[in-house]
């Protein structure tokens, strides 16, 4: 090597040197996307829509970059939530009873396409097609046929087991595999069914093949068991025009499988980056990679519904997965799941091109907060134009309110004035009956009709002729209309209401008195 050829070589090296280290001061001189800033962002977001607390994880690659609490876990105490406060994470559980399953078909122990029957020959539906035909991953991907009908277990004395045998006599309102909805009951199936393939319960079953893979240690399924954790966060509900205010915990035990999950947003954190990482924690594999790719690719086209100011313009299509929404923001693939029960809402998200994922667990009941903070991280981490995703949102919470009035205003221009019922109140009162939903008590006491189904127990306001409606007290969401009808003979013999709103009113008869 000539002295020549020596001197460009170290002149090259000391070139490559001095770029190395501009570009290193240049990343350390960077600004934080996620500095003070953004805390206070966070902070302004808890007071303008009256959230009590959040817990918050960022993740980067298979880095947490952020591990946060915000607010209070409980708003009396003034006691702040930290990164180990448990929230209940609604339904994201969703996505863990699929997890689970993936653990099992990854042990040989199922198959996604197998019939249920197989499974549990004592399945059963509405539709013998749909009895006969249903797979697992049917379960898992909203396309049962049935509507929601979340009455038949919200609230409801029945266990797991009744619920799963009731099935049988909910009708559907879609064809088998036709088009997408939303059903609770077909994943408390998929769970039930995970629990007898791992001849335990599905609570044993998700500690045993997710929980403890992932070194989640205070992570359950009960919130009979939140309770008796040392760090957990209590559930509030905000009326409009009011302050957050406390509600009482929901046991969702007997449904469990489709939302009954608490968990600290630091466990959260391990679950999401095992899901980025396309099932693998740590360099141990958890569920097979294949699998995890097909909860996060579409499986189901979800409805289109017309244009709307309730509609963002930056997220695509959404789609469904296996227990995961899959959309686009931005143009960048998105890929989540929410979840909402009394007093907690909840939101996973990640983009998997990307390679970031928030997790957000709040302590308010139906926030919309857990959905537009995501997109302030990404837009931030993407370098993306800001969007004033609060301001947006509280545009539409108003434009809601003033829908919420008008349709209010409509239902009571609908009542006949000056009607009264065809019976004495006490000729209504008795037990009226379905095979599926159970039992409604009605009630009579002087001039009042009583109204008791499951754990609502609420009185029943005349409206017109032998309709009367519910008066749910502050904070309870069963408002109904209640028609009663009689029988040739002039005897109030049935009632009907619509429990299940995409149904016509389901009929309720009345049980005949022993004699």
Same mark, same amino acid.
């Given at each position: 090597?000539?002295?020549?050829?020596?001197?460009?070589? !170290?002149?090259?090296?000391?070139?490559?040197?001095?770029?190395?280290?501009?570009?290193?001061?240049?990343?350390?001189?960077?600004k934080?996307?996620?500095?003070?800033?953004?805390?206070a962002?966070?902070d302004?977001?808890?007071?303008?829509? &009256?959230?009590?607390?959040?817990?918050?994880?960022?993740i980067?690659?298979?880095?947490?970059?952020?591990l946060?609490g915000?607010?209070?876990?409980?708003?009396?105490?003034?006691?702040?939530?930290?990164?180990?406060? &448990?929230?209940?994470?609604?339904?994201?559980?969703?996505?863990?009873?699929?997890?689970?399953?993936?653990?099992?078909?990854?042990?040989?122990?199922?198959a996604?396409?197998?019939?249920?029957?197989?499974?549990?020959p004592?399945?059963?539906?509405?539709?013998?097609?749909?009895?006969?035909?249903?797979?697992?991953?049917?379960?898992?991907t $909203?396309?049962?046929?049935?509507?929601? $009908?979340?009455?038949m277990?919200?609230?409801?004395?029945?266990?797991?087991?009744e619920?799963?045998?009731?099935?049988?006599?909910?009708?559907? +309102?879609?064809?088998?595999?036709?088009?997408?909805?939303?059903?609770?009951?077909?994943?408390?199936?998929?769970?039930?069914?995970?629990g007898?393939?791992?001849?335990?319960?599905?609570?044993?079953?998700?500690?045993?093949?997710?929980?403890?893979?992932?070194?989640?240690?205070?992570?359950?399924?009960?919130v009979?068991?939140?309770?008796?954790?040392?760090?957990?966060?209590?559930?509030?509900?905000?009326?409009?025009?009011?302050?957050?205010?406390?509600?009482?915990?929901?046991?969702?035990d007997?449904?469990?499988?489709?939302?009954?999950?608490?968990?600290?947003?630091?466990?959260?954190?391990?679950?999401?980056?095992?899901?980025?990482?396309?099932?693998?924690?740590?360099?141990?594999?958890?569920?097979?990679k294949?699998?995890?790719?097909?909860?996060?690719?579409?499986?189901?086209?979800?409805p289109?519904?017309?244009?709307?100011?309730?509609?963002?313009?930056?997220?695509g299509?959404?789609?469904?997965?296996?227990? !995961?929404?899959?959309?686009?923001?931005?143009?960048?693939?998105l890929?989540?799941?929410?979840?909402?029960?009394?007093?907690?809402? %909840?939101?996973?998200?990640?983009?998997?091109?990307?390679?970031?994922?928030?997790?957000?667990? +709040?302590?308010?009941?139906?926030?919309?907060?857990?959905?537009?903070l995501?997109?302030?991280?990404y837009?931030r981490?993407?370098?993306?134009?800001?969007?004033?995703?609060?301001?947006?949102?509280?545009?539409?919470?108003?434009r809601?309110?003033?829908?919420?009035?008008?349709?209010q205003?409509?239902?009571?221009?609908?009542?006949?004035?000056?009607?009264?019922p065809?019976?004495?109140?006490?000729?209504?009162?008795?037990?009226?009956? $379905?095979?599926g939903?159970?039992?409604?008590?009605?009630?009579?006491s002087?001039?009042?009709? *009583?109204?008791?189904?499951?754990?609502?127990?609420?009185?029943?306001?005349?409206? $017109?002729?032998?309709?009367?409606e519910?008066?749910?007290?502050? *904070?309870?969401?069963?408002?109904?209309?209640?028609?009663?009808?009689?029988?040739?003979?002039?005897?109030?013999? %049935?009632?009907?209401?619509?429990?299940?709103?995409?149904?016509?009113?389901?009929?309720?008869e009345?049980?005949r008195e022993?004699?």
């Open positions: 090597m000539t002295e020549r050829t020596v001197r460009r070589w !170290l002149a090259l090296v000391l070139l490559l040197s001095l770029a190395a280290g501009s570009a290193t001061a240049q990343r350390k001189g960077s934080n996307p996620l500095d003070k800033s953004f805390d962002l966070v302004t977001l808890l007071a303008e829509w &009256k959230v009590p607390g959040i817990g918050l994880a960022v980067k690659g298979n880095e947490v970059i952020l946060k915000y607010g209070y876990k409980d708003l009396e105490a003034k006691a702040p939530v930290t990164p180990q406060t &448990k929230f209940a994470i609604g339904s994201v559980t969703k996505s863990f009873v699929v997890t689970g399953l993936a653990a099992q078909v990854k042990a040989k122990k199922a996604w396409d197998e019939a249920i029957r197989t499974y549990l004592d399945f059963r539906m509405y539709d013998d097609e749909a009895t006969e035909r249903m797979t697992i991953r049917d379960l898992v $909203h396309r049962s046929g049935l509507p929601r $009908h979340d009455l277990w919200y609230g409801s004395p029945l266990t797991r087991e619920l799963y045998h009731r099935l049988q006599y909910l009708p559907p +309102t879609r064809e088998f595999r036709s088009y997408w909805q939303y059903q609770n009951l077909m994943f408390m199936t998929a769970g039930y069914l995970s007898k393939l791992n001849g335990a319960s599905w609570e044993r079953t998700v500690k045993s093949l997710v929980f403890e893979p992932l070194g989640m240690t205070t992570a359950d399924a009960s009979d068991d939140m309770q008796r954790s040392a760090d957990y966060a209590f559930p509030y509900s905000a009326a409009r025009d009011k302050p957050a205010k406390r509600m009482p915990f929901r046991n969702l007997a449904v469990g499988p489709a939302g009954s999950i608490n968990a600290s947003v630091e466990e959260m954190s391990r679950y999401l980056r095992m899901h980025m990482a396309g099932g693998s924690f740590d360099g141990k594999e958890v569920i097979a294949g699998d995890a790719f097909q909860m996060q690719a579409p499986q189901m086209v979800m289109s519904a017309p244009p709307s100011p309730f509609q963002d313009a930056e997220l299509h959404q789609q469904y997965g296996m227990g !995961l929404f899959v959309t686009t923001y931005r143009g960048h693939k890929v989540h799941h929410g979840g909402n029960i009394d007093g907690f809402s %909840a939101e996973l998200s990640f983009l998997p091109e990307d390679s970031l994922g928030v997790m957000v667990l +709040t302590n308010l009941n139906g926030t919309p907060v857990r959905d537009f995501p997109r302030y991280v837009d981490l993407l370098g993306l134009d800001r969007i004033d995703w609060n301001g947006r949102f509280k545009e539409r919470r108003e809601g309110y003033a829908r919420q009035d008008s349709l205003k409509v239902a009571a221009e609908k009542r006949k004035t000056g009607t009264q065809s019976h004495a109140l006490a000729d209504y009162a008795g037990s009226y009956e $379905h095979p939903y159970g039992r409604i008590t009605i009630g009579a002087g001039n009042q009709l *009583g109204f008791k189904f499951n754990s609502f127990d609420m009185p029943l306001k005349h409206f $017109h002729y032998d309709v009367f519910t008066d749910p007290p502050e *904070g309870n969401r069963l408002e109904l209309k209640v028609q009663f009808h009689m029988n040739p003979d002039g005897e109030i013999d %049935a009632l009907s209401l619509p429990i299940e709103q995409a149904l016509p009113p389901t009929r309720f009345k049980a022993k004699k």
